[in-house]
């Protein structure tokens, strides 16, 4: 029989290297090369064509009930993942230490048990007496749900066999499960590959839908190999700055539903509590308007929600390199949006220093916050402040141009609903929005001028 080889996978990528180096030759990342089970070497090939049982197929037309979402009773919990559980489903969530992952889950799991379903919540990091000093401290203390601490595949898959099919099955988190038929300290990636292999493969056999906690890297992606992401139904993150007190939970991947609904939650004493109307958490304190602050409203699936974008300019002496910080937001958006008001409007920010702050620590993805950011930051730079009931919206292109962005009604109606008056945005986005008019732009000079007005 042929020796073992060693080989080293990374532990970002799962790529396999025959030696050790300092970086992975397929990612790119450095010191993620770890020594990894030997692949067992077979001299003779093997014919798969013949052996096995056979595979019943099923017709897709044939009439069968379809599985019945389960809803957890956190109805942000529910938004983000469609409209509840799916039987059978595996989800993995990820986000920072300290977020509230496990308390967000948590319950999510007392919920469920105090409907009537049997709810699982299984601890590889911490003691079953710690999880249930967390739980009353947030005053779950008497939910049914079963707590257990362990950390062994073989242990947890022989007891939920034994037992009825719950209807929720947590693992927190999958890092530290580990397998005695593979080699390897626990968190490996052929230890996280292997362990989420059979967790996901008991859920799909009996119908008890799984949630797999994920440790994350320093830049915020998910650990372990990406392969796990392929093999779940459902990729979650909980996002959120420890020093704000919202969290939201957004799907990144859902085969069961959407991946652009988010929910929204407030950390308090108590927990997580569920934020119905995101828009007053994100524009609280606006009674007085100042320069260099714009009300945008934000579409997340089919949520609106109103943000603020805070803009300030700070003149430099000649000659000094100014900075240009951004919080919130893509750096490089914000200096093309500055070399188009520069060379379409004539506006000077190469002597200023332009620092840019989405209100409430929220993060902005959508293109159309383009005009929502030019407008505060040509009320920074003239020291004008914008109307405090208008709200604005729209894409920039190179040229200057306001281009039309998806869902205006929808961005209008949720304005509207805030108090807000007037709004600015596209040529062509206009529907008879009780309670706001609409000004139309046209061309990023007339949104100049209309900031030099007072409007």
Same mark, same amino acid.
């Given at each position: ?57 099923? /017709?897709? #037309? @044939? ?5 019945? $979402?389960?809803?957890? !009773?956190? *109805?942000?919990?529910?938004? +983000? ?45 911490? /003691?079953? #007496? @710690? ?5 009353? $401290?947030?005053?779950? !203390?008497? *939910?049914?749900?079963?707590? +257990? ?40 990636v052929s230890q996280v590959r292997g362990c989420a292999f059979e967790l996901i493969r008991y859920a799909k056999a009996s119908g008890a839908a799984l949630v797999l906690v994920g440790h994350v890297t320093k830049d915020g992606t998910i650990a372990g190999p990406r392969v796990l992401e392929h093999m779940v139904d459902v990729v979650m993150s909980f996002e959120g700055e420890r020093s704000h007190q919202y969290r939201i939970l957004r799907a990144l991947k859902n085969r069961f539903g959407a991946v652009d609904e988010i929910g929204v939650f407030a950390m308090a004493g108590a927990g997580l509590e569920e934020v119905a109307n995101p828009s007053l958490l994100f524009l609280s304190g606006r009674e007085n308007p100042v320069p260099g602050s714009a009300v945008f409203p934000a579409l997340e699936g089919t949520r609106p929600v ?150």
């Open positions: 029989m042929a020796k073992p080889k060693r080989r080293y996978v990374c532990q970002a990528c799962g790529g396999v290297s025959p030696r050790w180096q300092g970086q992975c030759p397929d990612c790119g990342e450095w010191s993620t090369l770890q020594e990894d089970a030997p692949e067992t070497v077979f001299s003779s090939k093997h014919d798969l064509s013949s052996g096995g049982r056979p595979v019943a197929f099923v /017709a897709l #037309d @044939q009439p069968v009930k379809l599985p019945q $979402r389960r809803k957890t !009773g956190l *109805a942000e919990f529910d938004r +983000a993942l469609g409209g509840g559980l799916v039987p059978g489903s595996a989800i993995l969530m990820g986000g920072d230490p300290g977020i509230g992952k496990s308390t967000l889950l948590l319950q999510a799991a007392a919920r469920v048990a105090n409907a009537g379903g049997d709810a699982v919540y299984i601890s590889g990091e911490e /003691a079953a #007496d @710690q999880v249930r000093l967390r739980a009353d $401290r947030l005053g779950l !203390g008497g *939910a049914p749900i079963r707590l +257990a601490a362990a950390t062994s595949v073989r242990d947890i898959l022989t007891t939920l066999n034994a037992m009825d099919t719950p209807a929720l099955v947590v693992i927190d988190s999958i890092q530290t499960m580990y397998s005695d038929q593979i080699e390897g300290a626990p968190g490996t109103l943000v603020e974008i805070q803009a300030l300019t700070v003149r430099l002496q000649s000659g000094a390199t100014p900075r240009r910080a951004v919080v919130g937001w893509d750096s490089g958006r914000l200096a093309m949006l500055l070399a188009v008001l520069e060379a379409r409007c004539g506006l000077n920010f190469s002597s200023a220093e332009v620092y840019l702050n989405v209100a409430g620590g929220y993060r902005l993805t959508d293109p159309a916050a383009d005009l929502a950011v030019a407008a505060a930051l040509v009320s920074a730079l003239s020291d004008r402040p914008l109307s405090g009931g208008a709200a604005w919206f729209g894409e920039i292109s190179l040229a200057g141009e306001v281009r039309p962005v998806a869902h205006a009604p929808i961005r209008l109606r949720e304005a509207a609903k805030l108090g807000f008056d007037k709004a600015h945005g596209p040529s062509g986005a206009h529907e008879n929005v009780p309670g706001i008019s609409y000004a139309p732009i046209t061309l990023l000079p007339n949104l100049v001028d209309r900031v030099m007005g007072g409007s």
